[in-house]
């Protein structure tokens, strides 16, 4: 997701450069001038959430910990990767691969425990698109 | 004064109508549509061996750097059409192809203006459009028969293997989530998990393709030409494969081209729509595989999405639209994860 900074950054360009030149009638003109000028405060007003990142961690945590309990020594040797979610695509990767020597069931129970997880971080994301149900 | 590309096209048609004299353009539109292409639609008027000339064209042209730019080739799809044209199929007939970009600032193509309109369906006005046609009733039963003319295409005999065949099995469902897998791959700024699980049960559920059809890849309406409730022509020929019918099939079942309306792709009643198509290709709809391609086409736009906010991001583009994108790549993800039942 592109940052909120960057994002305000790109807006109020638009809103300069685009939007308002663009426009004849001096009203809405300057309201779209406005809006520029007051969305560069804004901008200086609003840091990035840092909760979301905090919970996608927690629960990155806690699959790990769960699937190397799950799986014992069959997990890939991953645990040294900092980005956790580059892991985790590593590791789901890694099941569908291995799906027949870990056998249906094991295979089954470790990616419902994925999907469980996968469930949480798009729950976090959804916090920004806004379509949580 | 630079040359304005009006001026430019009509340098480009004394070329390409030698005998023409006077020529000049009027209804000149670029619509606002397209985020892959830039299209414009005139008339051109001119004399001609004493004779006064008129005819609709509409050019299509490469930006550079749109969207899909790396999935889709402005010369396949005017061969494309170049092959479509003695066939069944309703599609706008093709004139030129230009390769050189120093003529509009990158390669295009002429084709006829088509009668008709292709509403967007989204809008409440274009909804209304649809929901209307539907009630009159040629439009839906013209919706279907378009989609069976390609569907029942002898596609070797129209010279439409060059855009490539699939071998047999689930050769296709495995080349085109890998196609669209190569775009993510390039669009991809950060490690997503959710698409990485709908990408590998994707891999390793692909169905078998009952028969090998001309597809286009996203049949719906806004993709369709319509005048007096008929199609008069299916556009936007950037996704075409040879491969699964079913492939077609699942995007006009499914929920994402109807927003809301009980309509499939906002026109055809579903009951109606399978009979016909049924009845129309002597296929029978295998509804799992049709499951499977809606997934796929999730993961599909996901991957568009992917793309159109990388674009923004890289700064090779700094249309709003590809910006908001961003916001669509957890909600079309969601509803692939729920698909797949989490």
Same mark, same amino acid.
């Given at each position: 997701m592109l940052t909120a900074h960057h994002l305000f950054k790109e807006v109020i360009a638009s809103l300069r450069n685009v939007v308002a030149p663009a426009i004849a009638d001096p009203y809405p003109k300057s309201q779209a001038y406005m809006a520029a000028v007051i969305l560069e405060f804004v901008s200086r007003q609003v840091e990035e959430r840092r909760d979301i990142d905090q919970e996608k961690q927690q629960t990155l945590n806690r699959l790990f910990h769960d699937l190397s309990a799950f799986l014992a020594d069959k997990t890939? &040797? &991953?645990? &040294?990767?900092?980005?956790y979610e580059a892991r985790l695509c590593r590791l789901i990767e890694w099941l569908y691969n291995e799906k027949e020597r870990l056998g249906p069931e094991a295979f089954a129970t470790a990616n419902q425990k994925v999907r469980a997880a996968l469930r949480q971080l798009l729950d976090q994301e959804l916090k920004i698109a806004g379509t949580t149900e | 004064m630079a040359e304005s590309t009006q001026d430019k096209i009509v340098s480009y048609l004394y070329k390409k109508v030698p005998s023409a004299k006077n020529l000049s353009l009027s209804q000149f539109v670029q619509t606002a549509v397209g985020w892959s292409h830039e299209i414009y639609v005139f008339d051109a008027q001119w004399k001609e061996n004493g004779q006064e000339k008129t005819q609709g064209f509409c050019l299509r042209k490469d930006p550079g750097s749109g969207l899909l730019r790396t999935l889709s080739d402005l010369k396949e799809q005017y061969r494309v059409l170049q092959a479509l044209e003695p066939t069944p199929a309703p599609t706008p007939k093709v004139y030129w192809f230009e390769e050189d970009p120093s003529l509009l600032g990158g390669p295009f193509f002429i084709m006829e203006k088509v009668p008709g309109e292709a509403t967007n369906p989204w809008s409440k006005v274009g909804k209304q459009y649809y929901a209307e046609a539907a009630k009159r009733g040629k439009l839906p039963r013209s919706f279907i028969e378009a989609l069976a003319s390609l569907h029942n295409l002898d596609w070797r005999a129209a010279g439409l293997d060059f855009i490539g065949v699939p071998g047999p099995g689930n050769d296709f469902a495995l080349r085109e989530v890998a196609k669209w897998e190569s775009l993510i791959q390039r669009s991809l700024r950060k490690p997503e998990p959710v698409l990485t699980e709908v990408l590998m049960w994707l891999k390793a559920n692909a169905p078998k393709t009952q028969r090998l059809a001309f597809v286009h890849g996203a049949y719906r309406t806004g993709n369709l030409m319509i005048k007096d409730d008929l199609i008069s022509a299916i556009i936007d020929w950037e996704l075409q494969v040879i491969g699964d019918p079913m492939y077609d099939v699942a995007y006009v079942l499914s929920d994402l081209n109807r927003e809301g309306s009980p309509l499939l792709s906002c026109v055809v009643e579903r009951d109606f729509f399978i009979d016909t198509y049924q009845q129309l290709t002597e296929l029978t709809i295998d509804f799992d595989a049709c499951r499977y391609y809606e997934i796929l086409y999730m993961m599909r736009s996901t991957a568009f999405w992917l793309s159109a906010s990388g674009l923004f991001a890289e700064g090779k583009s700094k249309d709003l639209r590809l910006a908001r994108t961003t916001y669509s790549v957890p909600v079309v993800l969601n509803m692939a994860a729920k698909a797949l039942g989490f």
């Open positions: 890939p &040797s &991953s645990a &040294s990767e900092t980005d | -």
